[in-house]
């Protein structure tokens, strides 16, 4: 049996998109080459991964059972990579990052400084982003590795760890705001003022009836709107603690504030280079088994 890792992740792939044509447009090649590179596992594998007679094609029983088999060779072969990444002579040029404000670590800046020793001609990128744009930015390789607030789901193409460091947000106004001289606001008291609220450029929230809210693309923005008093914002307590110049007031509010994980996600088809490898392995070496492939 002549397996390769082409036909396993056009496999899992078009698994998770439901459509051979999307697969092509993620994996960057023909729908052809996908079509057939699904066909020859199936003839290697003596079973139809697909059905083909609807509108799209949806997994058979045998592609839902092998399909797990298909994603922890994928899994294997990606580690596989990032450790030859290390042990190679060749290194790249610029790593780029694409950090989330949730993530404060004193681990991180640790790494980071022994990151800078080891590779001291290392061009080294920060692109600031949340949520889906995290994940868009190491889909399309426009950076190696990106810390996220942590999810149930990642796209198949995305392998993540969660890091041993936890977060926290809580939902903060100015100290002039109507809502900081209440002892105990509730959900009531938020709807009645405006809400500055987080908004993704890959998933923008649309505009909403009947509510008073401004919205943006990073928290650090939402803090200089709560400075100004223009409504409440959820924040990450450490940015509302070094920048909030002491003019943000915390609400009580039962449930706040809460934790947040960290996920580190990196590419699964992309081979990391020997620092981003050294990279994820110095900050995951602490995470959870069953996270890391």
């Excluded at 670590?105 to 080891?118: A, C, I, P, Y």
Aim: proline share 5%; net charge negative; charged share 20%.
């Amino acid at each position: 049996m002549s397996l390769s890792i082409e036909m396993l992740s056009a496999f899992s792939c078009a698994a998770e998109l439901g459509s051979f044509s999307a697969t092509a447009r993620r994996l960057g090649k023909s729908q052809s080459t996908i079509s057939e590179a699904i066909a020859n596992l199936e003839i290697e594998l003596g079973s139809p991964l697909f059905d083909r007679g609807g509108h799209t094609p949806t997994l058979t029983e045998a592609g839902r059972q092998l399909l797990r088999h298909a994603r922890q060779v994928l899994d294997a072969s990606d580690a596989m990579r990032r450790q030859a990444s290390l042990l190679a002579a060749g290194q790249e040029p610029r790593l780029t990052l694409a950090l989330s404000d949730t993530y404060q670590s004193s681990q991180f800046q640790t790494v980071t400084m022994e990151l800078e020793r080891r590779f001291p001609e290392l061009e080294l990128e920060c692109l600031v982003a949340e949520h889906d744009d995290v994940s868009e930015l190491v889909l399309t390789g426009r950076a190696h590795l990106g810390f996220i607030a942590a999810r149930a789901n990642y796209p198949v193409d995305i392998g993540h760890a969660t890091l041993s460091e936890a977060s926290e947000t809580a939902l903060f106004v100015a100290r002039s705001h109507p809502l900081a001289s209440l002892a105990r606001p509730t959900a009531e008291d938020l709807a009645r003022h405006r809400e500055l609220r987080l908004n993704t450029y890959v998933n923008a929230h649309p505009p909403a009836q009947g509510r008073r809210r401004w919205l943006a693309p990073s928290y650090l923005m939402l803090l200089e709107m709560a400075r100004m008093g223009a409504g409440w914002a959820e924040l990450p307590c450490w940015q509302a603690r070094s920048f909030g110049g002491g003019e943000l007031t915390q609400l009580d509010m039962t449930g706040w504030p809460r934790p947040v994980l960290v996920d580190l996600i990196w590419l699964h088809r992309k081979p990391l280079g020997q620092a981003a490898a050294w990279l994820l392995r110095e900050l995951t070496q602490s995470a959870a088994p069953q996270d890391m492939p």
